[in-house]
């Protein structure tokens, strides 16, 4: 579908669903898809005829009205919500890799020397009592 319909379908959900909530859920509860198919619609990315006609059979008067607005009213609006869903995006996927990257570092880590502000380092002995060196010698 042309992107004018998807950006003019993508600024009538942003205009309906309120800020306050998480508007990939809701989109994503609403038409029964995917999170990650819940953030394209909210770019308007794959628009078809078939979600149009869904979307203004679930929501109304109301998309319709958002939906055959001017082009100048919902370009600033899709612009911003475009900048949203991909910080959303990018925001899940980071928080993916550091949990990632977290399982994977943190069995390895060993427990790191401590020293005191005299520069006397704890460390573990092999009858694991622990024993203080001065790091200087």
Not at 9 to 15: F, I, K, N, Q
Request: aromatic share 8%; net charge positive; hydrophobic share 35%.
């Amino acid at each position: 579908m042309d992107s004018d319909y998807g950006a003019r379908a993508a600024a009538a959900l942003g205009e309906i669903i309120p800020p306050k909530r998480h508007r990939p859920k809701v989109v994503q509860k609403l038409f029964r898809c995917s999170r990650s198919m819940a953030y394209y619609l909210l770019a308007g990315d794959h628009w078809t005829a078939k979600r149009l006609s869904q979307a203004s059979e679930l929501l109304g008067d109301a998309f319709d009205a958002a939906f055959s607005k001017p082009e100048n009213s919902f370009q600033r609006q899709l612009e911003g919500q475009r900048m949203d869903a991909e910080a959303m995006r990018l925001e899940t996927h980071i928080g993916k890799m550091h949990r990632r990257l977290y399982d994977v570092v943190a069995p390895q880590q060993s427990v790191a020397p401590y020293y005191d502000k005299h520069g006397a380092k704890e460390r573990k002995t092999r009858n694991k009592k622990t024993c203080t060196t001065n790091a200087g010698s």
